[in-house]
């Protein structure tokens, strides 16, 4: 933390450390987004094939650790004195690029913090479905916040208030029992989460020896920043997000199942540590109330209330998943119905 008592010469030694980071991070942007290749000898240990493989994971990890940010200005400066005039998103599209290479048409993101800002924005990122909802319920709730501190601090004591806990649904493997299924979204953002005709679809999350790292990173700076999400219409969507895949995944076994589903893309050593690694994110974290995820955990066990349901997914999983018992069922029917039909045929004639 910067102190205004503080001598010189310190001073002059941070600020040279915090210029001589950012173009280090800038060459790597830049390098990564192949804007500069042909300056590193072939044995670099960052900018050659070998760096990219070994080094640049790492990199990417420790650029979104909390306590690694820096104002997103010095990048800007440096910007502005090493080329022309860049766009508006320069920056941010060379960040989108180099952690997201699947980012969707560079979305816009404004104004940033920093690198982590970018991240967690891109991440989050509204979907048509959420907007639309987001207006709707600003018409008829009013509430305002300084910050996602604030934020937070609101929706805690809203829980406590109702007795400190959220009404929790079951895991994936139970709610299959219930019929239903599980789909991909058709985005990767967080909030692109909805449950209808009894499909819930969720995006797409690889999960791997880092994830723990960038989700928890991700939560302190929502929870501590001053400042962060004032330009998001919710400042909890990540440990919302965190929850209801707390509530989905007990085992490695639900694990399995959005997996198959394409939902999770498991790189972990089992899907029981993937499985251990969202119970552990959850951590004293609390859904928010008023997110778009709380109203889609109470549509699903409203639809979990309805026995028809699970009587229907019973029915389908026991007796129509193989096609030979498919097969005898039919047979069965018909048999059955040519069966009446001789009969009521017999007592017709027996009648004449």
């Not at 860049?86 to 690198?115: A, Q, W």
């Not at 929790?168 to 299959?176: F, G, H, M, Q, V």
């Not at 995944?249 to 972990?268: F, H, P, S, W």
């Not at 997110?291 to 009587?311: A, G, I």
């Amino acid at each position: 933390m910067w102190k205004k008592d503080i001598d010189e010469d310190e001073a002059d030694r941070f600020l040279q450390l915090m210029i001589t980071d950012r173009c280090f991070m800038l060459e790597i942007l830049r390098f990564a987004n192949k804007e500069v290749n042909d300056y590193a000898p072939p044995n670099d240990p960052i900018f050659s094939d070998r760096g990219k493989l070994y080094i640049l994971p790492v990199i990417r990890r420790d650029m979104l650790l909390l306590e690694n940010q820096l104002p997103m200005l010095v990048l800007d400066r440096l910007v502005a004195v090493c080329d022309d005039k860049k766009e508006d998103e320069y920056i941010n599209r060379l960040i989108l690029n180099f952690f997201c290479s699947t980012s969707p048409n560079n979305p816009r993101m404004g104004k940033c913090l920093h690198v982590l800002d970018v991240f967690r924005k891109n991440l989050v990122q509204p979907t048509l479905h959420n907007v639309a909802s987001m207006g709707s319920q600003s018409n008829t709730r009013t509430r305002k916040f300084l910050h996602v501190p604030d934020v937070f601090g609101k929706s805690l004591l809203m829980e406590w208030r109702s007795k400190g806990a959220y009404d929790l649904i079951p895991s994936a493997t139970e709610l299959r029992e219930h019929g239903i299924l599980f789909d991909q979204s058709d985005t990767d953002s967080l909030e692109d989460i909805s449950f209808a005709s009894g499909v819930l679809r969720l995006p797409v999350i690889a999960v791997e020896d880092t994830t723990e790292s960038m989700f928890l990173n991700l939560i302190a700076f929502q929870h501590s920043h001053v400042g962060a999400g004032t330009e998001v219409w919710a400042g909890t969507e990540l440990t919302s997000y965190i929850c209801l895949m707390d509530n989905l995944i007990d085992k490695g076994q639900d694990v399995a199942l959005l997996r198959k589903k394409g939902i999770i893309e498991n790189y972990m050593e089992s899907d029981e540590a993937a499985a251990k690694l969202f119970n552990s994110l959850a951590k004293d974290v609390m859904l928010d109330p008023h997110s778009s995820l709380h109203d889609v955990m109470n549509n699903v066990r409203e639809y979990c209330k309805k026995r028809r349901h699970k009587w229907r997914a019973n029915l389908m999983h026991n007796y129509f998943r193989n096609p030979w018992v498919i097969s005898s069922l039919i047979a069965a029917f018909l048999l059955f119905g040519l069966t009446t039909i001789q009969t009521v045929y017999t007592v017709l004639g027996s009648k004449k």
